[in-house]
């Protein structure tokens, strides 16, 4: 991305995967498994499918997620968190243990149950699991 608001690091980081899908994006991916368009269309959020398919190509082009061919159906592309992209999980674990902190009416789910009670161990965990899958 060549244009930017400013030069602070925050507001760069934001240019790249600051808007919500960017986020809702990643999180399926890193922690919800999601890896294909007809996948992320069926999250609860509702994501209109030109901005699914622009968000896809900006992540893309940012180099958070790479896409692939899908070996089984060769009509389909198969999205993956790339290093870059799964360097983001500290952030993501933070964003959600700060909303279920801050918002009654975000209740914690099995693992926002664990992050509160040992987030390092579940930065971890998933760590690892991005090792395994990341490109």
Not at 22 to 47: A, H, N, P, T, W
Not at 60 to 89: C, F
């Amino acid at each position: 991305m060549d244009k930017r608001r400013s030069d602070c690091p925050i507001s760069c980081s934001l240019d790249i995967f600051g808007d919500r899908w960017s986020l809702l994006i990643i999180r399926d991916v890193m922690l919800r498994g999601k890896c294909s368009y007809s996948e992320f269309l069926q999250s609860e959020e509702k994501i209109a499918t030109n901005i699914l398919t622009n968000r896809l190509s900006v992540l893309e082009g940012a180099q958070i997620l790479s896409k692939e061919v899908s070996p089984v159906n060769r009509s389909k592309y198969i999205y993956r968190l790339t290093r870059k992209g799964a360097d983001l999980l500290p952030v993501i674990i933070e964003l959600m243990d700060w909303g279920a902190r801050y918002d009654a009416r975000c209740p914690r789910r099995e693992l926002g149950k664990k992050i509160k009670k040992d987030k390092t161990a579940v930065i971890q965990e998933y760590t690892e699991r991005l090792k395994k899958a990341t490109r």
